[in-house]
Antibody, heavy 120, light 107 residues
Framework: QVQLKETGPDLVQLTQTLSITCTVS????????VHWVRQPPGKGLEWMGA???????DYNSAFKSRLSISRDTSKSQVFLKMNSLQTDDTAKYFC??????????????WGQGVMVTVSS | DIQMTQSPASLSASLGETVSIECLAS??????LAWYQQKPGKSPQLLIY???SLQDGVPSRFSGSGSGTQYSLKINSLESEDAATYFC?????????FGGGTKLELK
């Protein structure tokens, strides 16, 4: 069955770099796009970016050049890296899978998320 | 970026009632609108996509409608398990954007 699981640190120091891994199973990264979404505590959802099935990426300009998404298809993993972390980057970070068809479920499968706190 | 204005921000209703939640897009999103339910500490769960298509496994008491810039989610015959926060998502144009959320409380 389709599964996504995020792994990463609980705590990151101010101005440091966040690295999170999304390990997927039940589908191929060369068929499906995988997206990253975050949610600060008690707040709404924010789309961060995506890894396309063809290997390209797209980013929310709100993150300017801080954000990088990559993958290792042999390990079924997608990586998120974001530098220059600030306290307002404290959030739960999710990876989610997009349907391969249109119109189809934009983000039909989600990981459980990883809660990251940025500390000074 | 397309702005999604969701209303109301919170809602209180009784078991068995019918409620509606609205999302207004800042421009035409051509039915590229999804609805999600999220319970505390959990990941969002997809309910509706392409404005009115019911995701597999979602109860038929959930329905979506709308076009252009205005969309709504209707929940018929509220059940206790429907207490949650609901979000809309426009997937018409990048960056995808979410509504601010509606917290549904059951009386």
């Amino acid at each position: 069955q389709v599964q996504l699981k995020e792994t990463g640190p609980d705590l990151v120091q101010l101005t440091q770099t966040l690295s999170i891994t999304c390990t997927v199973s039940g589908f191929s990264l060369t068929t499906y796009n995988v997206h990253w979404v975050r949610q600060p505590p008690g707040k709404g959802l924010e789309w961060m970016g995506a890894m396309w099935n063809g290997g390209g990426t797209d980013y929310n300009s709100a993150f300017k050049s801080r954000l990088s998404i990559s993958r290792d298809t042999s390990k079924s993993q997608v990586f998120l890296k974001m530098n220059s972390l600030q306290t307002d980057d404290t959030a739960k970070y999710f990876c989610a899978r997009q349907s391969e068809r249109y119109p189809g479920p934009p983000l039909g499968y989600w990981g459980q998320g990883v809660m990251v706190t940025v500390s000074s | 970026d397309i702005q999604m204005t969701q209303s109301p921000a919170s809602l209180s209703a009784s078991l068995g009632e019918t409620v509606s939640i609205e999302c207004l897009a800042s421009e035409d999103i051509y039915n590229n609108l999804a609805w999600y339910q999220q319970k505390p500490g959990k990941s969002p769960q997809l309910l509706i996509y392409y404005a009115s298509s019911l995701q597999d496994g979602v109860p038929s008491r959930f329905s979506g409608s709308g076009s252009g810039t205005q969309y709504s989610l209707k929940i018929n015959s509220l059940e206790s398990e429907d207490a949650a926060t609901y979000f809309c998502l426009q997937d018409s144009e990048y960056p995808w954007t979410f509504g601010g959320g509606t917290k549904l409380e059951l009386k």
